[in-house]
């Protein structure tokens, strides 16, 4: 018997060789044989003979300068880049382009261009995407990094130390997983200026973006293996400079740099660093807030490196030259006159040290402004007190001087500013409360004396002293976290009580996020988020329908702002954590899903979420019409029924039901982030961040036994045994389901030996 298709084949097979009689079909064929045998054409790797120069000769035409501009202008920043397509997309570093800044690239024949939009970024894997207004450049190619090997040759081109369209060869020595990247190690010398620019192998392809120099060693370095790159080229999330000018930056309502440096505004931080152009390397960031009538009081938290340099207050600021300034500076406290812009007219008012300053640590500097007098205060200790009033009336402030960088958090202004640090008598009360925690005395020579005889006995005992004294330490680190815990639980509850609609999603995501976060400042982002859907709001006509809102609503956040799904560690913090998700423009589907609603509501959408397993969506549900389930995550996807069925499967391997395609409560929305930085937690095996996320859930639903059990173990192990045997009694008490009670009463008897 033939069965159709043998038919069907032998008759291809005779046509093929009447095709192969031809002269014509043969010579055809020898030719390419030829090729392939004689050419590199369709070979993997190059000719032998290639040199290092003509490699070089092929690339440098696709090798960019980066660098981008200060406020005054000057070049800040310095790096290298690549092209990735003929259309004007370049491959950097994230840290290479400078957030908020203007960018601008340089080719090897000089042709300057501006970046007119940053086609893709990710903080976390320091890789960066931007686009420029040009026509038939010349990409290069990507290679396989997974195919690399030890001992493999490689290039590198970049800009080290400011020297443009530098080569140098190297080796791969390794691959590493370095924070969750996958990384190449190089046996090769990397520079600052380097970073960003392609590591090629003999055949041209990129494996890799140079990023890290060993501290170690001149001759090591790292580079971003090239398959973390190809995700952003496929899947983008453009932002237009207009936009990414607004990343980062501080808020223009609210305060204004002087005098160069790069200020900044991140997690509730003012971050500065770079040299300023005022005198004695100054740069002023000052408050638009009036202060108010004398007596006044202004305050800050400071931190800043290296410690011989300084930062702290300024005030009586005229907007220009002349203001007071009052900072640490090479471990001690000044307060200084500025008049003008030369060193003449600079007076060093009074300079002292105090003990209350702790170096290399946050401090608290606080200045009080009387009538006749200006007092200063470090960590709730007066230092400094001056009569000195040749300026009277002005702005205040933050600055910095020279190569520092600094950072400040909690700048407050008013008639009195309570001191964050602790009075003496509040001291004295604590010391009391936890005095069987802390017992300890510096010993004097005495003591000294009488243990030398003792011998090598003397100084075990010691060591072992010590050792209990580092545990009491570390229990009082446990116990100051533990109250700011708390503190945090109690302005959850505030924003969680009453019934679920009541809840107000976005302020109790806010101080969830705040757990990790002791700096984060909730009112400044929900004022953020405000002035985003005021925004958002003005590109609407008048009586808009749902459909063009919607539309709106997707293309100012993933278009405009660059929204977009987190790429790298799906459970990190950072995904979960919606302040940084709000900096970085950057989360995961709950997080997205969250601020999508948010921003919807505030110019009238109904969106509510949706906990389908594995992946959160929101549901437009309009006052008339059907539906529509909507993936944040990805886009802005509009999903079919069949379509978000076919995503479960993908993420749970079980079939969707009904009930999952419910509008999820707010409270178990705010439970499910929860959740999420507990899975984190317990992957990095933290244990301190497993015990205030869990005592958090619970805050959210008391009655959750499955919470309570785990918070049972976690206290055992890490020594809150008070409330471990509370937990215990409840467990024992209530008897849930699916808990092992066995197993909590073999702990609780352990607990009481």
């Not at 509730?268 to 807030?289: F, Y």
């Not at 340099?309 to 090479?330: C, I, M, R, T, W």
């Not at 395609?661 to 933290?686: C, H, P, W, Y």
């Amino acid at each position: 018997m033939i069965y159709p298709f043998a038919a069907e084949f032998q008759s291809d097979r005779l046509r093929f060789l009447n095709l192969w009689n031809t002269t014509a079909f043969r010579m055809t064929l020898g030719m390419c044989l030829l090729l392939w045998l004689t050419n590199d054409v369709f070979a993997d790797e190059p000719k032998p003979d290639r040199t290092t120069a003509e490699l070089v000769g092929d690339l440098k035409p696709s090798i960019v300068v980066i660098s981008f501009t200060g406020r005054d202008g000057k070049q800040e920043g310095l790096g290298t880049g690549f092209v990735v397509s003929e259309d004007g997309l370049i491959a950097t570093n994230f840290h290479v382009i400078g957030e908020g800044r203007p960018i601008s690239v340089q080719f090897a024949d000089g042709t300057k261009r501006d970046v007119i939009a940053v086609h893709a970024s990710d903080r976390q894997l320091d890789l960066a995407i931007v686009r420029i207004d040009q026509k038939g450049l010349k990409p290069l190619a990507l290679g396989d990094s997974d195919a690399a090997k030890d001992g493999q040759s490689v290039v590198a081109m970049g800009n080290p130390l400011g020297l443009k369209h530098s080569v140098v060869e190297g080796i791969i020595s390794g691959k590493r997983e370095i924070e969750n990247r996958p990384m190449l190690q190089l046996a090769m010398p990397i520079e600052q200026g380097n970073s960003g620019g392609p590591l090629v192998d003999r055949a041209g392809r990129v494996l890799g973006v140079i990023t890290l120099k060993s501290l170690v060693t001149n001759n090591l370095g790292f580079a971003i293996a090239v398959k973390s790159l190809k995700p952003l080229l496929d899947k983008p999330n453009p932002i237009p400079m207009a936009r990414w000018l607004t990343i980062g930056a501080l808020n223009p309502r609210e305060w204004t740099p002087l005098f160069g440096a790069r200020w900044r505004q991140r997690a509730g931080r003012i971050q500065v660093e770079g040299l300023g152009q005022g005198l004695g390397g100054r740069s002023l960031c000052l408050s638009k807030q009036a202060p108010p009538e004398r007596p006044f009081e202004v305050s800050v938290h400071v931190k800043f490196k290296p410690e011989d340099g300084a930062a702290g207050l300024v005030f009586h600021s005229d907007g220009g030259e002349q203001h007071y300034g009052f900072y640490p500076s090479n471990g001690g406290l000044r307060l200084s006159r500025f008049n003008g812009s030369d060193v003449f007219q600079w007076q060093v008012l009074k300079e002292v040290r105090n003990e209350a300053y702790r170096p290399n640590e946050w401090n608290e500097i606080k200045v009080r402004i009387e009538k006749d007098r200006i007092r200063c205060f470090v960590n709730g200790t007066q230092v400094i007190e001056s009569e000195d009033d040749k300026l009277t009336s002005g702005q205040i402030g933050l600055a910095k001087f020279r190569h520092t960088e600094a950072e400040f958090r909690s700048f407050r202004v008013g008639k009195e500013v309570p001191s964050h640090h602790p009075s003496p008598e509040a001291i004295g009360r604590v010391a009391e409360i936890v005095k069987d925690v802390t017992s300890r005395q510096t010993p004097g020579e005495s003591v000294l004396n009488r243990l030398a005889p003792e011998g090598p006995a003397a100084s075990a005992a010691l060591r072992e002293r010590a050792r209990e004294f580092e545990q009491q330490a570390e229990r009082l680190k446990q116990l100051a976290n533990d109250v700011y815990t708390e503190r945090v639980q109690v302005e959850l509850r505030k924003v969680t009580d009453g019934g679920d609609d009541k809840i107000d999603l976005l302020a109790a995501t806010l101080w969830i996020a705040a757990l990790d976060n002791e700096e984060l400042d909730v009112e400044d982002y929900r004022r953020e988020i405000d002035t985003l859907g005021a925004d958002l709001k003005k590109t609407l006509p008048e009586n808009a329908d749902d459909a063009s809102k919607l539309a709106a609503l997707k293309k100012f956040f993933f278009e405009e702002l660059g929204f977009h799904g987190g790429r790298l560690s799906y459970y990190a913090r950072s995904n979960n954590h919606i302040n940084e998700v709000i900096d970085d423009r950057e989360g995961m589907p709950i997080t997205l899903s969250i601020l999508y609603i948010e921003l919807g509501q505030r110019i009238g959408l109904n969106l509510v979420g949706v906990g389908l397993p594995g992946h959160f969506v929101t549901r437009h549900e309009p006052k008339e019409g059907e539906s529509q389930l909507i993936d944040v995550f990805e886009g802005g996807e509009f999903l079919t029924r069949a379509k978000a069925d076919e995503r479960v499967f993908e993420n749970t391997n079980r079939p969707a039901r009904d009930e999952h395609f419910a509008t999820s409560k707010r409270r178990d929305i705010l439970i499910r982030v929860m959740s999420n930085l507990l899975r984190g937690a317990q992957n990095e095996k933290d244990v301190d961040a497993m015990y205030r996320y869990v005592d958090t859930m619970l805050t959210l639903d008391p009655d959750a036994a499955d919470y309570r059990a785990m918070r049972f173990e976690i206290c055992a192990f890490s020594k809150r045994l008070e409330q471990a045997r509370m937990d215990a009694d409840w467990l024992l008490d209530k008897k849930p389901e699916g808990v092992n009670l066995k197993r909590v009463e073999e702990i609780k008897e352990q607990l009481a030996k």
